[in-house]
């Protein structure tokens, strides 16, 4: 820990002794002042070796709270500064004329020997210092670790075209592009653009439906869902649920609802020209795209991929959006 030990020069050769007992320790402690040059750059020194600290003890005396004494300006720049302030007393001090600063500061006083009881202290603050210090790595490794999992997840979900949701549904890669949307019966047909997005690869299980209501709670089970075997039929797609229940499961999963054109897009394949009626041969769970109507089953998708360079941000359902 390094530590700049303030002090007047009257009181140079107490200072000196606690100098040595840190620097036995292994802190680094700026002492002596006798090799700095006269003038501003002696300040600018001061103050740069202040700045660079950890811990700034004042030995307080007669002396150093004299108005003309230099340790009152570095007292000063370590305020400035935020540095934490150890006041050690060398010799009773009208406390009038001590800063107020170091008044709101608990003083530390020996009734033995100052010099060990002073080493002893400062051992103790540079320990909590350590440990607040490999607490904030730990933090920032842990950090940079899930990024760097978050970064090799994302990588393995481009060279895949596939990647596993919040919920755990494996979800594949819908690719950005034009396609024509419609059939001139039902609606237009024209050419759109749609980004790109992943879309889950099945149908919501009951046995993912069931985590959903008991993390949530508070929301009604779908019809007959008294009926359902969690066990037998954990597998199976969910049914019985409407637009407003998977709305929830959506915002549940980090998912949204997908829109019309992302299901069409989806459904149609990589043949544009695919024929739009076989196309739209939806399953049930695609009523719970557009507005809120009553369908079967839902099909749900993947995690929020809004942090990759070049996504666009969506919220998500069947989709999330792709690099």
Known sequence: MRIFLSYASEDREQAKLIYLALRDQGQKVFFDRADLPAGEEYHNRIRKTIQESHLFVFLLSPNAVDANSYTLTELTIAE????????????????????ESIKAVTFYRSDGNLTAGVAAEVHRIAGDF?????????IAAAIIATLCVAVFYVIDARKTGELIGKDGAPAVLVAAGSFVMGDDRNSPRREIYVDGFYMDKYEVTVSRYAKFLQATGNLRPPEEWDSVDLGSGAELAVVGVDWHDAD??????????????????????????NTPGAAMRRPPSMQHSGSPTKGRSIRMASPRLADIPGARAHLAFTISPAM
């Open 248 to 273: 929830s499961y959506c915002r549940w999963a980090g998912k949204r609802l997908p829109s019309e054109a992302e299901w069409e897009k989806a459904a149609r394949g990589s043949d544009s020209a």
């Open 80 to 99: 400035k500064d935020g540095l934490k302030l150890f006041p050690v007393v060398l010799s009773e001090t009208d406390m009038a004329r001590v800063p």
């Open 130 to 138: 350590m440990r607040k210090r490999i607490k904030k790595f730990a």
